[in-house]
């Protein structure tokens, strides 16, 4: 277990239609991490967010959003979902923001159980 | 743009026998390397890290070995066993020449699938 919890775990859902997918970092890690898993695109990151900001962007969609919330937890939207969306989304969380990134086990990523989001 | 490449989609080892997986990558920005493991169902989990400025770093039976002027790692399991069954990731992360915009984001390999059989 990695302290990492995400919720749902399992998502069915139509073309069009939004969804929010939640993550909880583990206690004391501020930097929460977005990554979607494909089965053509491997475990691609999509963004980063720090104590409440957006840090880093990845190859996210303009139809994803995503934040955290003071507590810490945070929430990736999906909207105006197609076939493609349908993959693994996984939440991370790390002590750091990552600019210490030089050896230190506070740095490491780690990962939640994930969710499996299906559009039909 | 695969930064990160693991070339092996599957490996299959006889238990007590060393599993080496490989990993290429050809961003040279990148100065730090993670491997994960991940089970059915759940998330990838962090098995063991390298910095760049080392060239080996073992933990028990796991051991990574970073090989910079070659752009290449790989990670050793000594001795393989049946629960290492897994697919593993590896990963790199690092400064870039926009430091701070991408800093902390980790790069993967599409995973090598690892069976250790009896």
């Known amino acids: 277990d990695s302290g990492v919890t995400q919720t749902p775990k399992h998502l069915i859902t139509a073309t069009g239609q939004r969804v929010t997918l939640r993550c909880s970092p583990r206690?004391?890690?501020?930097?929460v991490y977005w990554y979607q898993q494909s089965l053509d695109q491997g475990l691609q990151f999509l963004i980063q967010?720090?104590?409440?900001?957006?840090?880093a962007k990845g190859n996210i969609l303009e139809r994803f959003s995503a934040q955290q919330f003071p507590d810490l937890h945070s929430e990736l939207n999906l909207s105006s979902l197609e076939l493609g969306d349908s993959a693994l989304y996984f939440c991370?969380?790390?002590?750091?923001?990552?600019?210490?990134?030089?050896?230190?086990?506070?740095?490491?990523?780690?990962f939640g159980p994930g969710t499996r989001l299906t559009v039909l | 743009d695969q930064q990160v490449k693991q070339n092996s989609p599957s490996l299959s080892v006889q238990e007590g026998r060393i599993s080496i997986l490989n990993c290429d990558y050809t961003n040279s920005m990148f100065d730090y390397f993670l491997w994960y493991k991940k089970y059915p169902a759940e998330g990838p989990t962090f098995l063991i890290s390298?910095?760049?400025?080392?060239d080996k770093n073992e933990d028990g039976r796991f051991t990574v070995f970073l090989n910079k002027s070659a752009k290449h790692l790989s990670l050793h399991i000594v001795p393989s066993q049946p629960g290492d069954s897994a697919v593993y990731f590896c990963a790199a992360t690092g400064f870039r020449a926009d430091r701070g915009s991408t800093l902390g984001r980790l790069y993967f390999g599409r995973g090598t699938q690892l069976t250790v059989w009896p």
């Open positions: 390298i910095s760049s400025i080392k």
């Open positions: 206690s004391g890690d501020l930097s």
């Open positions: 991370a969380s790390s002590v750091a923001t990552g600019g210490t990134f030089r050896g230190s086990p506070t740095d490491t990523q780690y």
């Open positions: 967010y720090y104590n409440g900001e957006e840090r």
